[in-house]
């Protein structure tokens, strides 16, 4: 149950997100659950080898260099979904650091 609550909450707060910030595009409420669905999915699968790849990178830039690779995964499930567009790198990277935000208050509340 608790699973299914996240979901819902973050893919509310993500529609309410890509509505506010600039850059983000989202077709509607099913989009932003397919986003949330497949965010999950990129970082289950795809975020832990960019950052053993990025590793050195990270150190020399004090964790700073996760960010990009957020906003990496962020690009990729752009490209993946037809109802989700970022303008660009800078755009994914504010959604990123946003709906990162949000999504660690989801968790704070929920657990």
């Known amino acids: 149950m608790g ?3 996240k979901l819902l909450l973050t893919a509310i707060l993500t529609y309410l997100l890509a ?3 600039p850059g983000a595009h989202l ?3 099913t989009s932003a659950l397919w986003l949330v669905l497949v965010l999950a999915i ?3 699968i795809v975020k832990p080898i960019l950052k053993i790849l990025g590793f050195p990178i990270t150190v020399l830039t004090l ?3 996760l960010l990009v690779i957020n906003a990496v995964i962020v690009l990729l499930a752009d490209y993946l979904l037809s109802g989700f567009a970022v303008d660009g790198f800078l755009s994914a990277l ?6 990162s935000l949000v999504t660690s208050v989801v968790d704070m509340l929920i657990d």
Request: hydrophobic share 70%.
């Open 63 to 65: 964790g700073l260099f």
């Open 27 to 29: 077709d509607g409420f």
């Open 19 to 21: 509505k506010f910030l």
């Open 42 to 44: 990129l970082n289950a």
């Open 3 to 5: 699973f299914i609550l």
């Open 94 to 99: 504010i959604f990123s650091i946003a709906l």
